[in-house]
């Protein structure tokens, strides 16, 4: 049985640098995403950090990420559509800390008018970690800060304006227990 696993978020897309919602809507890295997801793979194999396997995201950003990843590590990867990030709806390409979507974002239940609520995120990202767990292998997952969000409650307690508050950076790299 995995002890651990890894998490990286996707490197940075012009969405990031414009602080909008991705959410589902599928957006392209920049060159400096790109970039990121090579140094990730870089440091990956000067710190000896051993994984057996990255699983990411079906969206562009995240897949090129975990692409540059293993042409870097030679770690196999493959598509994990669980890991999607979460469709925000109605404030997809919205500002990042709009008022409104800060408000909705601690409703766990709300679908933001087309979307996906914090609850459904959480099902299926907390049953991917489920399987993970028991498989005897070490897992990057390469995905986006929503999905950064959930896999952080998996593992400890979080008030919800801890949850609704919480993101890593791109690239940045984490390590999990179980």
């Known amino acids: 049985m995995a002890k651990y696993f890894y998490f990286t978020r996707h490197g940075q897309t012009v969405w990031n640098v414009e602080n909008k919602i991705c959410g589902a809507t599928d957006i392209a890295l920049t060159d400096l995403g790109h ?43 493959r598509e ?14 919205t500002p990042r800390n709009g008022e409104e ?20 995120l959480c099902q299926r990202i907390y049953n991917l970690l489920d399987d993970i767990k028991k498989e005897d292998k070490v897992y990057l997952l390469v995905a986006h800060n929503g999905i950064s969000r959930a896999i952080e409650s998996y593992v400890r307690d979080m008030s919800n304006e801890e949850f609704a508050g919480f993101g890593i950076k791109n690239c940045e790299l984490r390590k999990y227990e179980f």
């Open 101 to 120: 979507f800060k408000r909705a974002k601690q409703d766990f239940v709300c679908r933001y008018e087309g979307g996906e609520s914090m609850l459904q």
């Open 35 to 77: 970039q990121q997801a090579v140094e990730l793979g870089e440091r990956i194999l000067k710190e000896g950090i051993k994984i057996d396997e990255i699983l990411y995201s079906p969206l562009m950003r995240a897949a090129d990420t975990a692409k540059h990843i293993s042409e870097v590590t030679g770690i196999p990867a």
């Open 80 to 93: 994990e559509l669980r890991l999607k990030e979460q469709n925000f709806g109605k404030y997809e390409s």
